[in-house]
């Protein structure tokens, strides 16, 4: 028995800059696309420093992954892309302040270059939905 993609591109979240959805979903697990830290209220980068725009992809995970049926507690792995790897502590202080004391896995990987002018990371990630409580 096969089953179905769902796919999920929020109306009020970052607009894709290319052919691909916010997040797919195949029975309990959801999959999100590379984010960049852009602010969906502005359209443009939260910043120009790392954990700015670090601050801002995770906001985005909260609102990407409730629509998907989950949060970041149910995140099992997330990549990062980093332009500038000596921004690593960075990027963990945004990523510890918003997961708290969950520690999924993670890759960490220096890039030459991102899509998205001026983005110094990007990020994606792997979770399942929560159980619906009774």
């Not at 202080?93 to 969950?102: D, M, N, Q, S």
């Given at each position: ?72 507690d149910h995140v099992m ?58």
């Amino acid at each position: 028995m096969s089953q179905s993609v769902e796919t999920i591109t929020l109306s009020h979240g970052p607009a894709p800059i290319g052919p691909y959805s916010h997040a797919a979903c195949v029975g309990d697990f959801i999959t999100l696309a590379g984010t960049a830290g852009v602010d969906p209220a502005s359209g443009q980068l939260a910043g120009n420093d790392t954990y700015s725009q670090a601050r801002q992809i995770l906001a985005n995970f909260v609102v990407m992954l409730a629509a998907a049926g989950s949060d970041l507690d149910h995140v099992m792995h997330i990549n990062v892309f980093m332009k500038q790897v000596e921004d690593f502590d960075a990027m963990n202080r945004a990523y510890v302040e918003a997961l708290g004391e969950h520690r999924p896995t993670r890759t960490v990987i220096g890039v030459h270059a991102l899509p998205k002018p001026g983005a110094l990371l990007t990020m994606d990630l792997t979770a399942v939905k929560r159980k619906p409580t009774a």
